[in-house]
């Protein structure tokens, strides 16, 4: 039993244990190309909390991690089969009912960890937190903590390319189908100028866009590739989480 894995511990054990921060992790459900697992973002969202969890428990961080929501924002992929879609509406409910639980019971610092694209939770964050002033509600992106150029050779993918493909056969080798079977990722660009060079934003219709439902190429993606990318993500998000746990609600600014 791991006493900062919520969904591991028992009552008995942790029922006056001090909790500084607690983790959400965020994933979906969703089509990942042909050869890998619709849990993928949930399988790293339950690998990188925990292990990020534990190297900032090891550092004295009381860190409390919440079971992984499975369901994300999947509004643009609404024709591709059981792709899971929980609204942003939906998601903010879900939230209200958490942090209210937190804040009863004067857990002041939450974490949302984010493993989906579709998923936004930032404009929730500052709504809630006008609801819920006593409390520090923060969300972070695991996969925007590092420049993935340094780790990958095809980078610029977002969507079951190298670096998911590359975690996922370090993390659940047995759930990846061999890469002969995995499309190429290939992605219509957008006509649109400013749409395309992504300083405008409108939500891509998924299957006009790509053929196998992945955007970036999963070909060069290795194991090793996976487990250095992994090792250097959650040491950085340890990082993260050892201060927030460690820091003074009443002096937040320097
Ligand atoms: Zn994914």
């Not at 857990?107 to 939770?121: A, C, Q, T, V, W």
């Not at 290939?186 to 934003?201: S, Y």
Request: aromatic share 8%; glycine share 6%.
């Amino acid at each position: 039993m791991r006493p900062y894995i919520l969904a591991e511990a028992n009552w008995k054990h942790i029922h006056d244990q001090p909790i500084d921060l607690v983790i959400l992790p965020w994933g979906a459900t969703e089509a990942h190309n042909y050869h890998m697992p619709y849990a993928t973002d949930v399988i790293e969202a339950d690998t990188i909390a925990a292990e990020s969890a534990r190297l900032a428990w090891e550092q004295g961080a009381r860190v409390m991690v919440l079971p992984t929501i499975p369901f994300g924002v999947n509004t643009g992929q609404t024709d591709i089969l059981l792709d899971i879609n929980l609204y942003p509406s939906t998601q903010k409910a879900i939230l209200n009912d958490i942090i209210e639980v937190l804040n009863r019971q004067g857990i002041r610092k939450l974490l949302i960890l984010n493993s989906h694209g579709g998923n936004d939770f930032k404009t929730m964050l500052r709504e809630l937190g006008v609801q819920y002033p006593n409390m520090l509600l923060t969300t972070c992106s695991w996969f925007h903590t590092l420049d993935k150029s340094k780790y990958f050779d095809e980078p610029k993918g977002d969507h079951a390319d190298e670096m998911e493909t590359s975690l996922l056969l370090h993390l659940r080798p047995d759930l990846v189908l061999p890469l002969e079977e995995a499309g190429d990722g290939a992605a219509k660009k957008w006509k649109v100028q400013a749409l395309r060079e992504g300083w405008a934003w409108a939500e891509r219709k998924w299957s006009q866009v790509t053929e196998d439902t992945g955007i970036g190429n999963p070909k060069q993606a290795t194991a090793e590739k996976g487990k250095r990318y992994f090792e250097d993500v959650t040491q950085k998000i340890s990082g993260f989480l050892v201060e927030l746990a460690n820091l003074d609600m009443k002096d937040l600014y320097e």
